[in-house]
C-alpha cells in the first residue's frame, strides 16, 4: 500500500513538473560566468531539478552511509561489552565456585577430625568399662 501512495505522490509531483515546464517555455538567458546562452525555460527547469535530485541523492546517501557505518561500530561494542559481561559473570561463579568447594572441604574435615575424637572416646570409654568389668 505505501508503494502504491509513493507512486502516486511521484506521478502528481511529475505532472505538476510537466505543467509548469509547459506553461513556461520562453527562452530565459543563463549566465554561466564564462559564457552567455539562451534555453528554453522549460529546460533550465528540468535541468535544475535533475541537479536538485541528484545533490539530494548524494546527501541521503552520504548519510545512509555514515548511520550504517556508526550502527556496525555500536554492534561490535555491544558484542565486546557482552561478551566481557559474560567472561565475568564467568570468573565470578568459577571464583563463588572454589569459595564454597574451600568451605566445604574445611567444613568437612572439622566434621572428620571430630568422628575421630569421638571415636577416640569411644574406644576410652570402651577400654575404661573392659578394665573395670575384669
Do not use: C
Not at 44 to 64: K, P
Amino acid at each position: 500500500m505505501k508503494k502504491q501512495g509513493r507512486l502516486i505522490t511521484v506521478l502528481v509531483l511529475a505532472l505538476i513538473v510537466v505543467i509548469f515546464a509547459v506553461l513556461n517555455v520562453e527562452p530565459v538567458a543563463i549566465n554561466f560566468g564564462f559564457t552567455h546562452v539562451k534555453w528554453p525555460l522549460i529546460i533550465v527547469i528540468l535541468v535544475s531539478l535533475l541537479i536538485g535530485a541528484i545533490i539530494t541523492f548524494l546527501a541521503a546517501t552520504g548519510s545512509t552511509l555514515s548511520q550504517r557505518k556508526a550502527q556496525k561500530e555500536m554492534t561490535k561494542e555491544v558484542t565486546e561489552l557482552h561478551d566481557n559481561q559474560a567472561a565475568q559473570i564467568k570468573a565470578a561463579v568459577e571464583a563463588e565456585k572454589i569459595k564454597n568447594q574451600k568451605a566445604f572441604d574445611k567444613a568437612l574435615a572439622d566434621k572428620e577430625a571430630e568422628v575421630h575424637e569421638l571415636h577416640a572416646k569411644i574406644n576410652q570409654i570402651t577400654q575404661t568399662s573392659d578394665h573395670h568389668n575384669a
